[in-house]
């Protein structure tokens, strides 16, 4: 983290601080059990909750911290550098927070949100489908208004936090005939008992493994039409459209995080690693491929802090979000896997976070929009 990050002050630095002893401490110990069973524990989300770490910039009236995507971002990066791919605080917090925070009504803001900083309502976002990824416009799922509610029918793949999620935003067509123009985002609360909603297998992944990505099934689920988010039916197309700015940047955020916590432990072992009588860092190779990878770091590292000073000042434009999340993403991987080389077989072994970090970078590149998409983006602005 560069020292003169113009969107970095002594509050955010505080924080950053105080989530990295949070994973350190409290999340990283149990890190093999949440790979086992495919979730980390529930309770660690209310822990989070009470020190503040969930959803920081919810505003105070509504039980929040009342910060900015600063306070989001530099707990994003706590974990990334910290090394905890189980929790699902960039979804929660970063991601899907901020539609109930834009897009509610203030009766769903004060019945959800302070249970949402709490830890209490866990959420998660069921956009992608099992025959749609990122052509959102073309969703499956129904929701058909029957007097003061909807009843939800279709299936959700790959929703992240879907295992135990207490709230989910459901991207759903409440008009099939119009296209974009016919989806609709709804909040449904739910639990395990919920009539009408099933949570499916936990997916097993290649990365990531103790983060809960589920498949997620309506069968005639009712959720109240005051569930509905914004003022009418149809906007969601365009609401997803205006939030997924942000959530491209926490694909970012995550992945000049990992980018960097690779580098120095790369670093750190090339120094201590012996080989032929002297470290590795003594080789020529092993310089030279560090002294690019910390190059690409520190490149990634001022193109993140611009795009976020950006975004802190509303305006952070399509193309470049698309860009930032494209092009980092794509470097995660280049630089994981260069420094995983030069851990040798130990880089291979799930013991060494090398290997964690080189896996779950891979996803980085689909989520949110694949990287192919935001080719295409960027190209309509040349």
């Not at 306070?71 to 917090?93: F, L, P, V």
């Not at 589920?214 to 969601?236: H, I, S, T």
């Not at 030279?288 to 910390?294: G, K, N, P, V």
């Amino acid at each position: 983290m560069t020292a003169h990050a113009g969107w970095v002050d002594d509050e955010i630095e505080a924080v950053r601080e105080l989530a990295t002893k949070f994973f350190e401490k409290e999340v990283l110990p149990g890190a093999e059990r949440y790979k086992q069973q495919g979730h980390p524990d529930r309770d660690l989300y209310r822990k989070a909750g009470k020190l503040g770490l969930l959803a920081p910039s919810i505003p105070e009236e509504y039980g929040g911290g009342g910060g900015t995507f600063a306070h989001e971002a530099a707990i994003i990066e706590a974990q990334s550098r910290a090394g905890d791919t189980a929790m699902g605080i960039s979804i929660h917090s970063g991601i899907v927070a901020p539609y109930l925070v834009e897009f509610a009504s203030e009766e769903l803001k004060a019945r959800l949100l302070p249970k949402v900083a709490s830890g209490d309502c866990l959420l998660s976002i069921a956009m992608t489908e099992p025959g749609t990824g990122s052509d959102l416009q073309n969703i499956q799922a129904r929701a058909v208004r029957d007097g003061d509610e909807y009843v939800i029918t279709g299936s959700k793949m790959f929703i992240s936090n879907g295992a135990l999620c207490d709230a989910v935003i459901i991207a759903a067509k409440t008009d099939p005939d119009k296209g974009a123009a016919g989806v609709s985002l709804i909040v449904a609360e739910v639990g395990d008992d919920t009539p009408g909603f099933t949570r499916g297998r936990t997916l097993h992944k290649i990365g990531g493994t103790g983060q809960d990505t589920a498949e997620l099934f309506f069968d005639g689920l009712r959720v109240p039409v005051g569930n509905l988010l914004g003022e009418a039916e149809g906007q969601g197309f365009y609401q997803m459209m205006k939030l997924l700015q942000q959530e491209r940047l926490v694909c970012a955020v995550m992945a000049v995080a990992a980018m960097e916590a690779a580098v120095a432990m790369t670093i750190a072992y090339t120094k201590d690693r012996q080989a032929f009588g002297k470290p590795l860092l003594g080789f020529q190779n092993t310089k030279f491929e560090l002294a690019e990878c910390a190059t690409i770091a520190r490149i990634s590292r001022v193109f993140l802090d611009d795009c976020l000073t950006d975004h802190l000042a509303g305006e952070l434009d399509v193309t470049t979000a698309s860009m930032a999340k494209y092009w980092l993403t794509d470097q995660l991987s280049v630089v994981a896997d260069r420094c995983l080389q030069l851990f040798g077989g130990y880089g291979f072994m799930t013991e060494y976070p090398i290997s964690e970090i080189f896996t779950s970078a891979r996803v980085l590149r689909i989520l949110a929009g694949t990287n192919e998409i935001m080719k295409e983006l960027i190209a309509r602005s040349l």
